[in-house]
């Protein structure tokens, strides 16, 4: 009888067992990762807005605070986007014909609230609180990354909950003094300006704030 | 009739310690209920250490009611039998009338007596609303001659600007109405088509007015019916003002601007009178004219900041004995039929609201539906079972019924409640239950004599909450008299079986530094009015699921009101238990959860995490106290855009197949946590409230941190009457219950 | 057949191959229900088991469109049917492992003919049951992935101390270990149909499934190894995973299920009912396709001897469970066992007394056991009656138990029937597809006995 396969079958039976078990192990790993590549989280992907607003220019170029705009920041769980009025303080007196402002002169106008996209948001089910953040000496920067230096505004951080249970494990690795929430360039120092190590002064906040994150579930989800 | 003019009667039963209750429901019927209610209650606390100084509640009643169970000792007697045992009371305290009539409990009515003349200007006696005058003139007299008027009895003023005789009044309207009298009629809020007693033929008489004009909150019957229907606005939405039932004044005032476009009846009113000013220019002006000192603008700020007008409540009045008790009449043999307002949607006005259509009865525990309710004798007599359907007939009228039956009602009697049967409540109300009006005329509204009832032979579903009635020998409810308690105070622990301090196989594991949250709840306070159930669905997101799914047994009221009978079914002891979650330290829900969706919080809380639940129910299938929900349907309402107004944004709103549960308003905890923490400060013991123990009128339910000796809860866990139940599971309960105690008159055997 | 018909030793026991077989006869017979033309019969069995699939589809579908609100579930009983189903499908699987595994350690030779289909019945009713606990959980489309542990973003692993996790393991550890182990016995077979395919197609198909294989002697000891090794893999599985699904009950506190009688009351129940349903599917299997000289009077006596056995045991799990809800004097377990007895239930209560400890009894009577028909019967019995023990622990345990306030009863859902009949559907809709395209019974096997017998006739006659 002639034979049905040919002579490198057995070959190829053998050498298929390994490429399936590599596809299989690879296409496991690629779809468990899934949530974690910046496709799927839109980590540094700059979303369109209606109007362009600019962080860089407005923080570094202007020198505004980050409260002027984010006001609740420091009592409320929302860091608030500002109303227009709040754009209207300058931009009623500065480029005031500017096209690419108008958008903000209509709702001053209207009274309809601009639509921002917002970027960073998280599930319905997560309650993430601000003040009490903003409270133990976690900055903005931290967690929004270096938002003075971006044109358009995008995540830098994925926000997933392993990464906030990163700090919330160990936030000696995060926190800093609450004076320096606000400021961009802050880097781990003692009072008289010298650099230190993170670990360092971490342990100190730790005992001075009193941080203790709980990691159970209630605390986000409720 | 007892006083010759209109009077307000007030009750202070703080001070009462021998309280007799005519046929009234105080607890939970008429404007001063709650305060009522928080009274007694606090006249039954009971502190270990301290003589229990327990008031004596005797009720007699022609319905099971809150109050009935509430008492020492309750006696069923029909409605129209209540003023004969009234005229043998007012009787034997010298009181000059006849027609005394005890119905046969002679022992019982002459210790009640004997109990009340000791007690005097410290005891209490009130008559139902339903009663005729003659029980009311024969209350008035009997705290007379106990003693009590101006001590557990006031009177005052009406509170009502221009009291009038409501019934009598409408009578005329339809009257004229029917004679074609009326050509314009504005109807301000109310439904009048509907509910209005049956022989005025309201809908008729008003079809013929020429020109009808309805504000109402829905397009309800008497919109269906009117020429114009005119929106108005909810109380939250508009400003006004408004009397309490002792006078005190206080400013109505808006939450949000009207969703729906409503004005109040008073914008309405001004508008027709040519006031065009704004309503809240309206109010305030008024209220400026009532003011007679100089700094108005604090005092309105304070007004409007404490929410009353201080020193409105009106004053003590005297007011002297007519002596008029009208003629004695005969209580009538035949079927009695007794109408009372439904517990939980009214007259009517509730029905298109869902929360409170399942809001499962008192005592019957029913839902989404009325019954015509029977003693268990008048059962037996006509081989009726729950859920039968009967046709009944009163004053030559008659309308078709499904029973149920009620332990605890008088024989030949049937107590039906209004407000069901609407043909234009909306989606959720219309077609819901029978009309009771049909049968209701104005002449006797509350009581219709020589009733008859007729099987069909056809049955009806009628959605129970709770189909067991007995504890079947668990120490579920423990209760004792105060005079056991008093010279035994462990007895509530010999009622069940604790285990021992050896139980556990790990040691602490739960122990920690910060706090450790408990709940005790009172049922030496517990009335069973179910305010808890609501406030509980209000501030969770809980889903409406309809009759059907609570046939099936899928109800999802985080915290229920668990309804047990003791003893002899024709007047039974009742008890009520509330049952939240018990947030157990040996949770067995934790421990049978395959994704890890509900684990134990350093503080003591068993939490839930609704998005890890995959729905396999192990959970509850494992807690014995059966105080997990299941989403087994989409039960949570998308579409209607109101609700995401409604909605408590603190909390996940749940979708299909997510486990749920309660978690001692864990959201609230979480607010005051931080903002404590925010400023820099401690938590106290009552800074957290939660949504059932904040409803509750009575205080029954109590939480706080169970770790610091001077809270509330603490002291309350630390008393003897303090239990958990089915601890022998050890499953370590944070919530606990204090024993509920009686205070029975030694001369009376039993509980009847 | 030339020799004259030998007198029957009774302390012999009974061939368990019909007289007169060889190698060709062996081959011929049991390949030819493959090669043969599609007979009607089979084609009409298949499209009744199709439409009865359909309302597994339909079932499924509207389920996962509504909930399993459509399901008679409720506060407090949280598991009906899909549970009942899941434990009452897995325990049908333990008869085909263990007629495969365990029989084959202790060299049991009747176990040739029946282990094949025995086996292919264990890894469609593991499918069934696999279905169940997926499809009973309110949010499937997250419970697939949520109950293996995996690095995800959420940083949370499943919790490992719930038997559902447990069970997770065990039923896919069970249907991995007896796939592999009933396709590596179905390699030979697979090789006989290569050489005794008509069509091309055929050939290659079965050609890739039987992997080269040869029959040479280095082949056949590389498959005696896998075998005695997957063997002793699947025997304790039969035990294990079975407890395993006992525990999903046991580690529960309510009364009915928190029992440590649970792990082996349930195996022996498994291996009860999975007995029972090898009779139910061989039965008619022998008859249409004439296979008595395959499936001998040994195999029928001796699996009714396992039935009688397990039964027994069985029995004695009712027995112990009255005698301890009374003799351990709590108020919850008696109450409990008085429920079920008598309450609301006990019909169901007592038809599986019926079912599964009266008519059993029949197999005391050699006759019986003998029977085809009698033990086609009493294997219905068994099967509906342990679906009926799967019912009492789940249902009346549940649906009264410690707060009285909670107590419920469950009313099956048109749904509940209609998902069960529809895996009944799949079941036999793959039982009817595989008797057509491989080998229902092991070619190689009885194969091994006629060389056996021959050997065995040899020594016979030279003693003589």
């Known amino acids: 009888m002639a ?52 962080h860089k220019h407005h923080v570094t170029g202007v020198g505004l605070d980050c409260r002027y705009c984010h006001t ?87 926000l997933n909950m392993e990464w906030c249970l990163e700090c919330h494990r160990e936030p000696e690795k995060y926190v800093r003094p609450r004076e320096e929430v606000f400021n961009m360039a802050w880097k781990p120092m003692d009072e008289r300006g010298h650099a230190v190590s993170q670990a360092l002064l971490g342990a100190q906040l730790i005992q001075d704030y009193d941080i203790n994150p709980s990691t159970d579930c209630s605390t986000c989800h409720r | 009739m007892a006083l010759g003019e209109v009077v307000e009667t007030q009750y202070h039963f703080e001070k009462a310690k021998r309280i007799l209750s005519l046929d009234a429901d105080f607890m939970e019927s008429g404007a001063a209920s709650v305060r009522h209610a928080r009274h007694v209650a606090l006249g039954r606390k009971v502190i270990d250490g301290q003589k229990a100084d327990m008031n004596r509640i005797y009720a007699v009643e022609s319905t099971p009611s809150n109050t009935g169970s509430f008492a020492d000792h309750r006696l069923p007697l029909k409605a129209s039998q209540v003023e004969g045992f009234a ?37 209490l006696v009130i008559a139902g609303d339903h009663q005729p005058p003659a029980v009311h003139a024969l209350a008035h007299a009997i705290n007379n001659a106990l003693g009590n008027v101006g001590e557990t009895v006031t009177y005052t003023d009406p509170v009502e600007a221009e009291p009038t005789n409501q019934c009598a009044s409408l009578k005329d309207l339809s009257v004229d109405m029917s004679e074609g009298k009326v050509s314009l009629l504005v109807v301000l809020g109310g439904n009048p088509v509907y509910n209005a007693p049956a022989d005025l033929n309201f809908a008729a008489a008003y079809q013929k007015v020429t020109t009808r004009i309805h504000l109402g909150q829905s397009q309800n019957e008497t919109a269906r019916l009117s020429h114009w229907h005119l929106p108005e606005a909810h109380a939250l939405e508009a400003w006004g003002d408004t009397r309490a039932f002792d006078g005190t004044v206080s400013i109505v005032q808006p939450l949000i601007e009207p969703l729906y476009g409503g004005k109040s009846a008073a914008e309405l009113v001004a508008m027709m009178l040519g006031d065009g000013r704004a309503d809240y220019d309206r109010v305030k002006e008024y209220w400026q004219e009532q003011y007679k000192d100089s700094d108005f603008e604090t005092a309105w700020q304070t007004y409007l900041h404490d929410g009353l007008v201080p020193d409105t409540a009106l004053p003590e009045r005297s007011v002297s004995l007519t002596e008029n008790y009208g003629t004695p009449s005969q209580a009538s043999e035949g079927l009695e039929v007794n109408f009372r307002l439904d517990p939980t949607i009214g007259d009517g006005r509730y029905a298109n609201n869902g929360w409170l259509q399942e809001l499962p009865k008192p005592h019957t525990r029913l839902t989404w539906d009325n019954a015509a309710l029977i003693a268990p004798a008048t059962a037996e007599v006509m081989g009726l079972q729950n859920g039968d359907v009967v046709v009944l007939s009163a004053n030559n009228r008659s309308v078709e019924a499904p029973i149920w039956i009620a332990p605890g009602h008088p024989a030949n009697a049937v107590t039906v ?31 219709a004599s020589n009733a008859s009832m007729t099987k069909t032979g056809q049955t009806y579903p009628l959605a129970c909450t709770q189909d067991h009635h007995s504890m079947e020998g668990r120490a579920l409810v423990r209760s004792g008299t105060v005079d056991e308690y008093e010279k035994h105070p462990h007895f509530v622990h010999e009622m069940g079986h604790d285990p021992g301090p050896d139980a556990n196989f790990f040691d602490g594991i739960h122990d920690n530094d910060g706090k450790a949250w408990g709940m005790a709840i009172d049922l030496n306070s517990c009335n069973g009015c179910n305010a808890c159930t609501v406030a509980c669905q209000s501030e969770n997101n809980i889903p409406v699921v309809g009759k059907d799914e609570v046939l099936n047994g899928r109800e999802m009221h985080w915290i229920r009101i668990d309804r047990y009978y003791k003893g002899d079914l024709d007047n039974p002891e009742l008890y009520n238990q509330p049952v939240p979650c018990m947030q157990c330290e040996n949770a067995p829900c934790e421990l049978v959860c395959p994704v890890g969706a509900t684990v134990h919080s350093a503080e003591g809380l068993n939490d839930m995490a609704y998005n890890r639940c995959v729905g396999t129910r192990y959970c509850s299938n494992n807690c014995p106290y059966k105080v997990r929900r299941f989403n087994f349907l989409h039960y949570t309402d998308e579409e209607t855009q109101s609700f995401k107004l409604q909605r408590n944004p603190n909390v996940t709103v749940r979708g299909r197949g997510v486990m749920e549960k309660c978690t001692y308003c864990v959201q609230r905890i979480s607010a005051a946590r931080i903002e404590a923490k925010v400023e820099d400060r401690e938590l106290n013991d009552g800074d957290i409230t939660t949504a059932c123990q904040g409803a509750c009128p009575t205080d029954a339910i109590v939480f706080g941190d169970i770790k610091d000796p001077n809270s509330h809860v603490a002291k309350l866990k630390a008393q003897q009457r303090n239990y958990g139940i089915l601890t022998e599971l050890n499953t370590k309960p944070r919530t606990t219950y204090l024993a509920r105690l009686t205070n029975p008159n030694p001369e009376i055997s039993q509980h009847g | 057949m030339g020799s004259p018909a030998p007198i029957k030793d009774p302390t012999m026991p009974a061939p368990v191959l019909g007289p007169g077989q060889t190698y060709t006869t062996v081959t011929q017979k049991l390949s030819a229900i493959i090669t043969s033309r599609t007979p009607l019969g089979w084609i009409a069995a298949m499209l009744i088991a199709g439409a009865i699939l359909q309302l597994l589809m339909l079932s499924a579908t509207w389920l996962l469109i509504k909930g399993t609100g459509i399901w008679g579930l409720n506060i407090p009983v949280g598991w009906g049917w899909a549970i009942i189903n899941f434990v009452w499908w897995i325990g049908i699987g333990h008869a085909g492992t263990l007629i495969s595994a365990i029989l084959l350690l202790m060299r049991q030779q009747w176990r040739n003919s029946i282990n094949r289909f025995a086996e292919a019945m264990t890894i469609f009713a593991v499918m069934c049951a696999g279905m169940f606990p997926l499809l009973h959980t309110g949010r499937p489309w997250v419970a697939a992935y949520w109950l293996l542990p995996y690095p995800n973003t959420m940083s949370v692993w499943p919790q490992f101390r719930s038997p559902l996790i447990w069970d997770v393991f065990a039923v896919g550890t069970y249907f991995t270990v007896s796939l592999i182990f009933w396709y ?89 009912a999975g007995f029972a349903m090898v009779l139910t599917l061989g039965l008619p299997i022998r008859y249409f396709y004439g296979l008595h000289d395959y499936i001998t009077d040994r195999h029928l006596n001796n699996m009714g001897k396992v039935m009688l056995a397990t039964g027994l045991i069985v029995a004695y799990g009712y027995a112990m469970e009255q005698f301890f809800a009374w003799y351990s004097a709590s108020p919850y377990e008696g109450y409990m066992m008085q429920n079920r007895t008598f309450g609301p239930y006990s019909g169901t209560y007592w038809s599986l007394i019926l079912c599964n400890v009266a008519i059993p009894q029949l197999l005391w009577i050699k006759q019986v056991r003998l029977s085809p028909s009698g033990l086609f019967i009493i294997s219905m019995f068994i099967n509906v009656g342990m679906w009926l023990e799967r019912f009492i622990i789940v249902v009346t345990s549940l649906h009264r138990d410690f707060m009285p306030s909670s107590w419920d009863m469950y009313h099956s859902t048109p749904w509940d029937w209609g998902l069960y009949a529809g895996t009944i559907g799949f079941f036999l809709f793959m039982m009817i597809l595989f008797i057509r395209v491989m080998p229902v019974i092991n070619i190689f096997e009885i194969r091994q006995l006629v060389a056996n017998k021959s050997k065995h006739a040899e020594t016979a006659s030279a003693d003589d």
């Open chain 2, 87 to 123: 005229r043998a009371v007012a009787t034997t305290l010298g009181i000059n009338t006849t027609g005394g009539n005890s119905a046969g409990h002679d022992t019982w009515l002459n210790a009640l007596v004997k109990d009340l003349a000791a007690h005097q200007g410290a005891s």
């Open chain 3, 184 to 272: 590596l016995g179905l390699i030979p077979d697979f090789a006989t149909l290569r050489d005794k395919a008509k069509h091309k197609i055929s050939q290659i198909i079965y050609g890739v499934l039987s992997m080269g294989w040869r029959g040479s002697a280095k082949h056949w000891f590389n498959y005696e190894m896998a075998a005695l090794l997957l063997a002793g893999v699947s025997t304790p599985l039969v035990l294990s995973v079975h407890s395993i699904v006992s525990l999903d009950f046991s580690v529960g506190l309510i009364p009915g299920w928190h029992a440590t009688i649970f792990p082996p009351y349930f195996v022996a129940g498994a291996v009860y």
């Open chain 1, 3 to 54: 034979q049905l396969f040919p002579r490198g079958s057995n070959a190829f039976a053998r050498i298929s067992i390994v490429v399936v078990l590599v596809v299989v192990g690879t296409g496991l790993t690629i779809l468990l990762n899934t949530n974690r590549l910046h496709y799927t989280t839109d980590v540094q992907v700059a979303k369109k807005q209606p109007v362009p607003f600019s």
């Open chain 1, 72 to 158: 609740s920041v420091e009592e409320s769980s929302f860091a608030n986007i500002p109303p227009v009025e709040t754009c209207m303080t300058c931009h009623s007196q500065i480029w005031t014909e500017s096209p690419l402002l108008e958008p903000i002169r209509e709702s001053y106008r209207t009274g309809n609230p601009i639509e921002w996209v917002r970027v960073h948001d998280l599930p319905d089910f997560v309650y993430f609180n601000h003040s009490i953040h903003v409270h133990k000496g976690i900055g903005c920067q931290t967690c929004h990354g270096q938002v003075d230096q971006m044109p358009l505004m995008w995540k830098v951080n994925t």
């Open chain 2, 417 to 447: 409640h209004l407000g069901f049967g609407r043909t234009a409540a909306g989606r959720v109300g219309n077609g819901v239950g029978f009309n009771a009006y049909a049968l209701q005329t104005s002449d006797s509204p509350w009581v």
